[in-house]
């Protein structure tokens, strides 16, 4: 892409409600913008992040053979009340009424759906184990909308529900999402935590939460320094302090802040009990289906992995996730063809080699050039310039590392050679 097409907008210095790191990023490098309070678009610098998070997480999934499919944002309330839950929700259940005076609401999550789905479609164990999942906008009436997409009212969820003949059966698969989950966060390359959710207060269920790591998250995590224990401190009344002594008698507490990018959750029968969805077991006999869900906030993980990633320059991507893999600016594009064509030439190179590449092709001062690169965060960058022309070098430099290295281009034509590309491949490889 050249960035004089790319619709990239960067801004100076963001508005005043923006009180994170994240959010204040995310504004000012365009990624999305305000349309009002928890509401953001998404524009193409931000698109192109959230669909790469978006294809991580669908890859894990269909690999553990969940099922994609797509439910529709407005649901009628007639599922809602035969789960019960048209009256328990509260305000942030956003509720509509159509034309016909009939009730609908704008699905925060998907239990009723889905049950109603099962319900119809799943007859007999032979069909289970089963998992069914979706990417798909969700609203919360939030009461403190913030952050930016962190806590918005209208924002991207993959949500993934299974259904179970017993509960040995969602034990196992429970296990399989919990590990894909993993996989989800390690290959998107973010430091996080998993913490135990739940006291046991529904009825024995088990619930985990996935927590990115990072000063600014809203959740307190306390865990062990010398064992697996790992829980949210909401779960406590009165929480135990860094050094205290482990609840789990295993060592000292250790206490970090987390943003919580994604929760499971064993339903049991609460949702195939109210909605009736059963099938016929091993021995021929009806009974309710066991159920777990699955939730991660696709959108919340963009404003997550900034948060935990950054400098006072701007974003700094992990490379799973940048917008672009590599940025190339040239200084003097405009006028001089020698750097134009060298430029050009390596461009179409890099993308024959199905690297994501951002050209500057932009007729302004290479300060504001690097600062945008640096702000958008891609994690490599080329910067072909003066040199070039005096002795055919150019300039590699890591996002990150914040290193330079030079490469010479000893080739005399206007097309980088072969040793030249290995060379940037392997510092794009690291
Ligand atoms: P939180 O405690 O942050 O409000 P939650 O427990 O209400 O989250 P879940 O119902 O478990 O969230 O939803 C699954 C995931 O969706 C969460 O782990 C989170 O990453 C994401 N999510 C929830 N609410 C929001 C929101 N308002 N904006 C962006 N992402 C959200
Ligand atoms: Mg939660």
Redesign the pocket.
């Known amino acids: 892409m050249k960035y004089s097409k790319s619709g990239i907008t960067t801004i100076k210095s963001a508005p005043n409600d923006a009180e994170i790191t994240s959010h204040i990023l995310m504004i000012r490098s365009g990624m999305i913008k305000k349309l009002a309070s928890g509401l953001y678009t998404w524009m193409p610098l931000g698109l192109k992040v959230l669909r790469k998070i978006e294809n991580i997480i669908r890859l894990e999934m269909n690999r553990i053979n969940a099922l994609e499919i797509l439910m529709p944002a407005i649901q009628p309330s007639e599922l809602w009340k035969e789960s019960g839950r048209w009256d328990k929700y509260g305000p942030e259940l956003l509720r509509i009424i159509d034309r016909h005076e009939r009730e609908f609401c704008f699905g925060p999550?998907h239990e009723e759906i889905i049950t109603d789905i099962a319900r119809k479609d799943i007859k007999s164990y032979k069909q289970l184990p089963i998992i069914y999942y979706q990417i798909q906008t969700k609203f919360?009436d939030?009461i403190r909308?913030r952050f930016g997409?962190?806590?918005?009212?209208e924002?991207l969820?993959k949500d993934a529900y299974s259904f179970h003949e017993n509960e040995e059966c969602l034990n196992k698969t429970y296990d399989i999402v919990f590990n894909a989950y993993k996989n989800c966060f390690n290959k998107i390359g973010l430091e996080y935590k998993v913490v135990n959710a739940d006291n046991g207060q529904i009825g024995g269920s088990e619930s985990h939460?996935f927590h990115v790591i990072a000063d600014n998250g809203?959740d307190e995590l306390i865990f062990s320094d010398s064992s697996d224990y790992a829980i949210n401190a909401e779960l406590f009344s009165e929480a135990p302090k860094e050094g205290d002594q482990c609840p789990d008698g295993s060592g000292k507490v250790k206490i970090r802040r987390g943003i919580?990018?994604?929760?499971i959750f064993k339903l049991g029968k609460n949702y195939s009990d109210s909605m009736n969805a059963s099938i016929s077991n091993k021995s021929n006999k009806t009974t309710k289906m066991i159920m777990g869900c699955y939730?991660?906030?696709v959108?919340?993980i963009a404003a997550a992995a900034i948060e935990q990633s950054n400098d006072d320059r701007g974003i700094i991507w992990p490379k799973s996730i940048s917008p672009y893999e590599i940025s190339i600016i040239s200084i003097g594009y405009s006028k001089n063809t020698t750097i134009k064509d060298y430029a050009d030439n390596l461009y179409m190179e890099l993308k024959k080699m199905n690297l994501d590449v951002l050209l500057d092709d932009r007729d302004i001062s290479p300060g504001n050039m690097f600062s945008d690169a640096d702000l958008i965060g891609i994690p490599n960058k080329i910067i072909i310039g003066k040199k070039f022309i005096e002795k055919n070098e150019f300039e590699y430099k890591d996002r990150k590392l914040n290193k330079t290295f030079t490469i010479n281009e000893n080739n005399n034509s206007q097309k980088p050679s072969q040793t030249t590309l290995d060379i940037i491949l392997s510092h794009i490889n690291g």
Do not use: D
């Open positions: 999550t919360r939030e909308p997409v962190m806590r918005a009212r924002f969820m939460e809203e919580e990018v994604g929760h939730g991660i906030g959108s919340r």
